[in-house]
């Protein structure tokens, strides 16, 4: 039961270039959202996060978007650096439990 | 101030044998969270557990699997007689308290290969 997915698995964006990845979850119970960013062979390093009564954060090149009312998630990165080619995963919270999407592979190509 | 410390980062076990996964949180932090990430497939939950209590194994097999964060010294995730299916990374994430705001702080996670 898949609660957080991420239905696209990779992306690639050029340098410079808005990079927009998406999240949609199904649990009207979220209350808390998070992006986490992976590289291979490393744990997750958190991102940005966002509250449930809020509908956008930003925090210089990263800004999330809530759309409650479409259960959608989105993470804006602009402008795109190479350096944010990782996995990058959204989260999302209920009582004790985080729930995670399957990642999108975002490549920022020079 | 160190991160999230996990050893060992890489553990071969054969199957039968018992996996012990260890975890150190951030200084300060009290709550500590196990997750499993399957080849393909996102983080999922495990076992929530602050100092000396379990507050939510929800995520957590019902059989072999039983974890723990003592008073003193690091939270362990033990698999007892392990099969091919357990191989995976799992990671431990913590975080100072449990509020609106807190975010989980991730470790590098243990790599389990069951041979």
């Known amino acids: 039961d898949q609660q957080v997915k991420q239905n696209s698995p990779s992306l690639s964006v050029q340098e410079g270039r808005i990079s927009i990845l998406n999240c949609d979850y199904t649990n009207s119970m979220f209350d808390y959202f998070l992006w986490y960013k992976k590289y291979p062979a490393e744990g997750p390093t958190f991102l940005i996060s966002?509250?449930?009564?809020?509908d956008k954060n930003e925090d210089g090149r990263f800004t999330v978007f809530l759309n409650k009312s479409a259960k959608h998630l989105s993470l804006h990165i602009v402008p795109s650096q190479p350096g944010d080619s990782a996995v990058y995963f959204c989260?999302?919270?209920?009582?004790?439990?985080?729930?995670f999407g399957t990642g999108t592979s975002l490549t920022v190509i020079p | 101030n160190a991160g999230v410390m996990q050893n060992p980062r890489h553990l071969v076990r054969r199957r039968g044998q018992e996996a012990r996964l260890r975890c150190s949180p951030m200084k300060g932090h009290s709550h500590v969270y196990w997750y499993r990430q399957l080849p393909e497939e996102g983080l999922k939950f495990m076992v929530y557990?602050?100092?000396?209590?379990?507050?939510?194994e929800s995520g957590m097999p019902k059989e072999r699997f039983s974890a723990e964060f003592p008073k003193e010294g690091p939270s362990i995730l033990r698999i007892q007689q392990v099969v091919r299916g357990d191989s995976a990374a799992y990671f431990c994430a913590s975080s100072p308290s449990y509020g609106s705001t807190d975010t989980q702080y991730f470790g590098p996670g243990t790599r389990l290969t069951v041979l």
């Open positions: 989260a999302a919270r209920t009582g004790n439990q985080f729930y």
């Open positions: 966002i509250s449930s009564i809020k």
């Open positions: 557990l602050q100092k000396e209590n379990i507050i939510d």
